[in-house]
């Protein structure tokens, strides 16, 4: 069975940093890619950061320069470090893990608060 928990998220005041942890198990196949997308209240969720495989990675541009997605391939983790914290960065944070099937999986999210 697949598990893909996100931890990290808590209450911060703006300008601080929090790192987000992503750990995945249970994906025989191995993985593809990992991604992270968050979620505002009353919005819909959106794209965050993506990390493939081979180490390329990409950004949504309003978190471009603040957040750093780094992966640990043995521990099928995946990592968000966001630095510069602002208010819009507020919401729920998903972790999305992409199979080399290229099938799906997501967490239940953990949440960022980001105090004005």
């Known amino acids: 069975q697949v598990h893909v928990v996100e931890s990290g998220g808590d209450l911060v005041q703006a300008g601080g940093s929090l790192r987000l942890s992503c750990l995945a198990s249970g994906i025989t196949s191995g993985i593809y890619g990992m991604t992270w997308h968050r979620q505002a209240p009353g919005k819909e969720r959106e794209f965050v950061a993506k990390?493939?495989?081979?180490?390329?990675?990409d950004y949504a541009d309003s978190v471009k320069g603040r957040f750093t997605i780094s992966r640990d391939g043995a521990k099928n983790a995946s990592y968000l470090q966001m630095n510069s914290l602002k208010p819009e960065d507020t919401g729920v944070y998903y972790c999305?893990?992409?199979?080399?099937?290229?099938?799906?999986?997501w967490g239940q999210g953990t949440q960022v608060t980001v105090a004005s």
């Open positions: 999305r893990v992409v199979a080399l099937t290229r099938r799906d999986y």
């Open positions: 990390i493939y495989v081979n180490g390329h990675t």
